[in-house]
């Protein structure tokens, strides 16, 4: 099979704190025969990066090929303020399941922006949904035993019942992102259906996994509930119109609420949910590689999620 050609001028716009836009140039007779496109990105060294952690092993990103330009988007790999630098490879997925590859491209970097907010905001942004992060069997979504992943010792593994939920929305459109490591099919409720002032927001989790990114735990109890009964006694309670993670305040009339975005956010809802005050369907984007973190502990020579280190 004839060689492909390898790309070229690449141009990387439209940035956020966790997208960007990229295209490059090919020769004309591969633009029929390319059926993936590989991307790999680099985290460029910071002399204020944790030394502990592994942020400078590469994200290699394969995607089926679409018409250029395409937009790379996830949170879960993407740091707002945070210099990188990509090249491109072609390629083309023969019989036998193995790729002909083109050479990879030059290099070129790009810095990721700050989340654009309003003053006192703490890097929120609206959002109207949750995005379940598991699907249950039936007409009814019922409580779970959390597993033992996170911080050591943390009260709710192995001890609270709760549903989990996802809650991100994308940057530039306040929407739910079209890709997920989820799984191909999502559980879209609206957030008034979950979260009001009759419901008590509590902090249970903030961890890492050897990883660039933060996960943080919240639960959600519906006031005088099993759920909230037990986490008052064993969680810090956060006010739900004034915290950094995740808020509702009434304005104009109407709740809005607002969640942080430089951190994976993951809400534990402590009672059932009944799938008809939500939506399921199909995602419109890819099925990325899942984020599972099933009984995963985290990482302990962090410098940020441990108080003990570097102190």
Not at 97 to 111: A, D, K, N, R
Not at 129 to 139: C, E
Request: hydrophobic residues 35%; aromatic residues 10%; contains cysteine.
């Amino acid at each position: 099979m004839e060689l492909l050609s390898t790309p070229h001028s690449i141009e990387i716009n439209n940035i956020t704190c966790d997208s960007f836009r990229i295209s490059w140039a090919m020769d004309v007779g591969d633009l029929d025969r390319v059926t993936h496109y590989f991307i790999d990105l680099n985290k460029k060294e910071n002399k204020n990066s944790n030394k502990f952690k592994h942020r400078d092993v590469p994200t290699k990103l394969v995607a089926k090929a679409v018409a250029l330009p395409m937009t790379v988007r996830g949170h879960w790999f993407l740091s707002p303020r945070t210099e990188y630098s990509v090249a491109v490879q072609t390629a083309v997925k023969q019989s036998d399941g193995e790729y002909l590859v083109s050479g990879w491209s030059e290099t070129v970097e790009f810095c990721t922006g700050a989340c654009q907010v309003s003053p006192n905001e703490s890097s929120c942004l609206t959002v109207s949904v949750f995005l379940m992060a598991r699907m249950h069997s039936g007409n009814i979504m019922k409580p779970y035993l959390k597993d033992n992943s996170g911080s050591h010792g943390s009260p709710t593994s192995g001890m609270l019942h709760g549903i989990f939920f996802s809650c991100h929305t994308e940057f530039n459109t306040g929407q739910p992102p079209q890709d997920s490591p989820y799984g191909r099919y999502r559980f879209q409720i609206a957030a008034q259906r979950l979260f009001g002032p009759n419901t008590n927001l509590y902090f249970a989790d903030f961890y890492c996994m050897y990883t660039a990114y933060h996960y943080v735990i919240l639960v959600l109890a519906p006031k005088g509930s099993p759920g909230d009964r037990f986490c008052q006694e064993r969680l810090p309670q956060l006010d739900i119109s004034c915290n950094k993670f995740l808020t509702c305040c009434m304005e104009d009339g109407e709740l809005v609420y607002r969640h942080a975005q430089d951190v994976i956010l993951e809400i534990i809802y402590t009672d059932p949910v009944d799938l008809s005050l939500g939506v399921l369907g199909e995602i419109s984007g890819h099925q990325l590689m899942s984020l599972s973190t099933a009984d995963a502990k985290k990482d302990p020579s962090c410098k940020t999620c441990n108080i003990s280190v570097g102190r």
